[in-house]
């Protein structure tokens, strides 16, 4: 979901669906202390997509970038891949090459799965107070019209993604989510919420119990990259959160963004920001694409009047009001 819209300090919480987060989306901190499959151990090179939207041209970008990679690689889709593809043909072709690879359900993909949905979840989303109602309001009825964009059989691969992976690249231990620690819909890696020394307290205690380096996360729609600092220099901590693969994700920069981890830099001149840590170059890597022929396919399927259209169609032209400086924050 994009968040960094029509957002209210103190708006009302009113209204359940789409702010409330189902049981079931938990699983807690201490489900990444354990070793990754064998195709995502001893990696070279890891690419986390979150976010794509339905944004087709995002997709082919995303796979034609990742052929261009070399040695031991992993693509995963860590959630959210579905949004804006309420044409049937679309969603299926997007579903069918997300699928090729490694995949996490995000909310989107979970409410969409479920068999038997409740109006107390909505979108999934968990939207916390800053998020103004009427965003909440259109989430929840953007998924009630992607729903008719599926079918039992799409439905029931969906169903059978996991809500969190682990990984390794090089020595560095990830823990893959779509939202936190602690929550296929949480918060808790939000640039928001970020920012506040004392809930970077509670992110460090999930670490410890999660045993691993870095998380890699997406959910809350905007990147931020935030360093931890721990006792013991040589256990510093990383959430890298790409924001969107398939929306933009900077004021004035019509890019989305993947997390890029590998044992190499990164050539070509696409990185947005990027940082090293233990040995691994970490990047925002730039997803560019037609903006004209993305306009195109979005307004095809969400013109003006929309839901969608009145959510994200300013940001998809614009960007949010978000700078390329707030990105990387380091401790002190």
Aim: aromatic share 10%.
């Amino acid at each position: 979901m994009d968040h960094s819209f029509d957002t209210i300090p103190g708006s009302s919480t009113a209204i359940r669906a789409g702010r409330s987060c189902p049981l079931h989306y938990h699983y807690g901190p201490a489900v990444f202390d354990t070793e990754p499959s064998e195709a995502l151990r001893n990696l070279e090179v890891l690419y986390v997509v979150g976010g794509l939207y339905g944004n087709e041209l995002a997709l082919h970008e995303v796979l034609r970038l990742f052929d261009q990679e070399h040695g031991r690689k992993r693509l995963v889709f860590n959630g959210d891949f579905h949004w804006f593809d309420t044409d049937p043909a679309t969603f299926e072709r997007i579903q069918r090459a997300v699928l090729a690879h490694t995949a996490l359900r995000g909310n989107v993909e979970t409410e969409l799965a479920d068999p038997a949905p409740t109006d107390d979840a909505g979108c999934g989303c968990a939207y916390p107070e800053w998020v103004g109602d009427g965003v909440v309001e259109r989430s929840n009825r953007i998924l009630t019209r992607l729903r008719s964009a599926t079918t039992a059989a799409l439905r029931a691969e969906l169903a059978a993604l996991p809500m969190w992976q682990r990984a390794d690249v090089g020595a560095l231990r990830i823990g893959l989510v779509h939202g936190d620690a602690q929550s296929l819909a949480g918060w808790g890696f939000a640039q928001e919420h970020l920012s506040q020394a004392s809930h970077r307290e509670q992110v460090r205690e999930w670490f410890s119990r999660a045993n691993v380096d870095a998380f890699a996360s997406t959910h809350t729609c905007l990147p931020v990259f935030q360093h931890l600092r721990c006792a013991d220099p040589s256990s510093h901590r990383w959430v890298f959160n790409n924001g969107a693969a398939g929306m933009p994700n900077l004021a004035g920069d019509t890019a989305g963004l993947v997390t890029r981890f590998s044992t190499r830099p990164l050539a070509g001149g696409l990185s947005r920001a990027g940082v090293t840590h233990a040995g691994i170059f970490v990047d925002a890597l730039a997803v560019e694409v037609d903006t004209a022929e993305a306009q195109r396919r979005f307004l095809a399927q969400w013109p003006s009047g929309s839901d969608a259209h009145a959510s994200y169609f300013s940001r998809i032209v614009d960007g949010p009001s978000y700078r390329l400086d707030q990105v990387v924050r380091l401790e002190n």
